[in-house]
């Protein structure tokens, strides 16, 4: 029997593309004062824009987008044929291999003292996920960069929109009010070292044993010691959202009404309770 869908928090992202949900009390309260001006005086450009866009989403039914139907039958095919569809490169390997020294570099710049990686698996009704780190009054996530330049140092505001959302998923599981999403800038493992120099040993058109000096250049780019911590880890903290995880709760069950649809008649779906 299929249990009943409930979306990784990491996957968020993918199911809250398309059409947003239902307007907010406060949207309907701005759509009803603009609608109510609207027929006395003229509206400014900004104001018919913002009129134009809540009339959109009060009258359009929210809509799966296709990447989140294409989420929804990744997950299905999971559960059908008892497999798990992985997704690895040398970015996510990085990132998993030097979670630990991303961690150590978060303790270290906000003085958290000895902490360690959190291994509770939580879900409710709707969603499920394992943040890295979980304190007292916040919930985080560590990112490793793959190099400085793909280190967000000059970014004022979270990148990944995805990540922004994993971290609301995070904060309704663990009844926390605060999240962060620290990017680290990390020295690579010596395998990934390894292999990237062979790679630009092998495109530079040589053959044979990689000479010394290559090892040494992709050594020096990859590795950062003489880097102040302080540089080597960007931090954004959000609050909790509310609005964000009725979101949530109306497209799991969206998702859970298109599984439905596609599952082969072959297949038993466990119903809601």
Same mark, same amino acid.
């Given at each position: 029997?299929?249990?009943?869908?409930?979306?990784?928090?990491?996957?968020?992202?993918?199911?809250?593309?398309?059409?947003?949900?239902?307007?907010?009390?406060?949207?309907?309260?701005?759509?009803?004062?603009?609608?109510?001006?609207?027929?006395?005086?003229?509206?400014?450009?900004?104001?018919?824009?913002?009129?134009?866009?809540?009339?959109?989403?009060?009258?359009?039914?929210?809509?799966?987008?296709?990447?989140?139907?294409?989420?929804?039958?990744?997950?299905?095919?999971?559960?059908?044929?008892?497999?798990?569809?992985?997704?690895?490169?040398?970015?996510?390997?990085?990132?998993?291999?030097?979670?630990?020294?991303?961690?150590?570099?978060?303790?270290?710049?906000?003085?958290?003292?000895?902490?360690?990686?959190?291994?509770?698996?939580?879900?409710?009704?709707?969603?499920?996920?394992?943040?890295?780190?979980?304190?007292?009054?916040?919930?985080?996530?560590?990112?490793?960069?793959?190099?400085?330049?793909?280190?967000?140092?000059?970014?004022?505001?979270?990148?990944?929109? @995805?990540?922004?959302?994993?971290?609301?998923?995070?904060?309704?599981?663990? @009844?926390?009010? %605060?999240?962060?999403?620290?990017?680290?800038?990390?020295?690579?493992?010596?395998?990934?070292?390894?292999?990237?120099?062979?790679?630009?040993?092998? %495109?530079?058109?040589?053959?044979?044993?990689?000479?010394?000096?290559?090892?040494?250049?992709?050594?020096?780019?990859?590795?950062?010691?003489?880097?102040?911590?302080?540089? %080597?880890?960007?931090?954004?903290?959000? @609050?909790?959202?509310?609005?964000?995880?009725?979101?949530? %709760?109306?497209?799991?069950?969206?998702?859970?009404?298109?599984?439905?649809?596609?599952?082969?008649?072959?297949?038993?779906?466990?119903?809601?309770?």
């Amino acid at each position: 029997m299929i249990p009943q869908f409930k979306c990784r928090a990491s996957s968020l992202g993918k199911i809250l593309g398309g059409a947003l949900g239902k307007p907010t009390e406060k949207q309907l309260a701005t759509l009803a004062e603009l609608e109510e001006k609207a027929a006395t005086k003229p509206l400014t450009e900004k104001q018919q824009s913002t009129l134009a866009e809540l009339i959109a989403k009060r009258d359009n039914p929210p809509q799966l987008s296709d990447g989140a139907k294409t989420y929804c039958e990744e997950w299905l095919k999971e559960q059908i044929y008892n497999r798990r569809k992985e997704f690895s490169n040398k970015f996510t390997e990085k990132g998993t291999i030097c979670e630990p020294q991303g961690i150590e570099l978060v303790a270290s710049q906000m003085n958290y003292g000895m902490i360690a990686k959190n291994e509770q698996h939580f879900e409710n009704e709707y969603i499920t996920g394992t943040p890295d780190l979980l304190l007292p009054n916040i919930v985080e996530d560590i990112k490793n960069s793959w190099s400085v330049f793909t280190f967000p140092l000059f970014a004022n505001t979270l990148p990944n929109s @995805d990540y922004f959302f994993q971290l609301q998923g995070y904060m309704w599981l663990t @009844d926390r009010n %605060k999240a962060a999403v620290n990017y680290c800038l990390i020295d690579a493992p010596i395998e990934i070292m390894d292999r990237e120099a062979r790679s630009v040993w092998f %495109k530079a058109g040589y053959d044979g044993d990689i000479d010394i000096s290559c090892y040494d250049e992709v050594y020096a780019k990859m590795t950062y010691p003489e880097i102040p911590d302080t540089l %080597k880890i960007k931090r954004f903290e959000f @609050d909790y959202n509310h609005e964000i995880i009725e979101v949530i %709760k109306e497209r799991v069950l969206l998702c859970r009404e298109y599984i439905k649809l596609i599952t082969p008649k072959e297949v038993e779906l466990k119903q809601a309770a």
